[in-house]
């Protein structure tokens, strides 16, 4: 139990030191241009660095059969649903129920 | 307050303060926090069954009800919380633990940084409850706001992150008490894909212009590349960092040199 209470604080410790000490550190400096630009590329690379291994290889090796990794497969209709209806709920419900009725249609 | 405004004495300002500002501020208040609980919602279709599984997978794992909420009221990251899980089944020491979720998260140091510029009008204790709450999730749809629309009040920042935690400790605790009645399987239906759908909808907002397509395809295709590779704490920091350094150096907005650079 001891040890239950000193991993969940060393847990919180070094999941907040990474979250909190750019913001703390670099929201009341000019920072050049330079990082400007390259901080404005960060999301779209990190959400894209999340997301491929998760689509293409969510085991862990690359896997793009229709039966047992339908979520790249559905993950190609939600991006054309994103793309036109730029709504982060309908995308979401939308890819809910897609791979839901998939998941129907192949068991 | 400023009690040596020329409008008037300090009692009659702060009456008024209490008669009409206050009132505004607080119906302000309301409206933007329910403006951050209503921006929350795709969050929260994700968060409550992943929490869900969070609870039921620690459970079996011989977490009590009250570990597994503890972990998602004070670590709040579904990932690394995850991961945790797994380690302590199989039971790993409580350093190798902890230096597994700090590689975890370290690409929170990335999201936390491009956020900062916008964050600078926060006070330090609003900053440091903000950070608390930064998960992946809650970044990208920040992100993408504050690019479209700048930095809403902290009453809407803070709606949304709490709204979106809540839905975190909701999820885990109900898993907890199932898993610790029943076996249960969380790929029925669709509500784990509920976090990819939103990532899918989120970078594709994101993408303002063809260089961000172009660094989204590269991040997706070294993301890829170094997770087979077996880097699978640390693929998405060095994605990132690669991808995100070849958009700043062909990046056209800006000529650091002078010169104009082809794509």
């Known amino acids: ?107 | 307050m400023n009690y040596k405004n020329d409008n008037g004495d300090p009692v009659s300002q702060l009456s008024q303060f209490w008669q009409n500002g206050s009132c505004i501020a607080d119906k302000n208040k309301k409206q933007e926090a329910l403006v951050g609980l209503i921006r929350a919602v795709p969050i929260i279709l994700g968060y409550l069954p992943i929490g869900l599984a969070f609870g039921v997978l620690a459970s079996t794992a011989g977490l009590s009800i009250s570990s597994a909420g503890a972990m998602s009221v004070f670590v709040f990251a579904g990932s690394a919380q995850l991961i945790s899980v797994g380690l302590i089944a199989a039971g790993s020491s409580v350093f190798s633990i902890t230096m597994t979720v700090f590689l975890v998260n370290l690409r929170h140091l990335l999201m936390s940084a491009s956020l900062a510029p916008y964050l600078n009008r926060l006070k330090t204790w609003q900053q440091l409850l903000f950070s608390y709450e930064l998960t992946d999730e809650s970044f990208a749809v920040h992100s993408t706001y504050f690019r479209k629309h700048g930095t809403p009040s902290f009453t809407q920042l803070f709606a949304l992150n709490l709204s979106a935690q809540l839905a975190w400790i909701t999820g885990t605790i109900v898993g907890a008490w199932i898993g610790e009645r029943l076996t249960f399987d969380t790929e029925a239906y669709g509500i784990d894909f509920a976090l990819p759908a939103m990532f899918i909808a989120l970078l594709v907002m994101q993408v303002e212009k063809k260089s961000h397509l172009k660094i989204a395809l590269l991040a997706a295709a070294l993301g890829l590349f170094f997770y087979l590779l077996g880097f699978s704490q640390l693929y998405i920091i060095i994605a990132t960092i690669i991808a995100a350094t070849c958009g700043a150096l062909t990046d056209k907005s800006r000529n650091y040199r002078g010169e104009d650079r082809d794509d």
Request: net charge positive.
């Open chain 1, 1 to 107: 139990m001891t040890d239950m209470i000193l991993l969940i604080f060393l847990m919180a410790l070094v999941t907040f030191i990474p979250r909190v000490l750019p913001i703390l550190l670099l929201s009341r400096r000019n920072m050049p241009a330079t990082v400007t630009v390259w901080l404005s590329y960060v999301p779209v690379a990190v959400l894209a660095a999340l997301l491929a291994p998760a689509l293409f290889a969510p085991n862990g090796t690359v896997n793009l059969a229709f039966d047992t990794n339908p979520a790249f497969w559905v993950a190609i209709p939600v991006f054309v649903v994103a793309h036109f209806t730029r709504n982060l709920f309908a995308t979401v419900l939308y890819g809910m129920v897609q791979i839901a009725l998939v998941r129907i249609f192949l068991s």
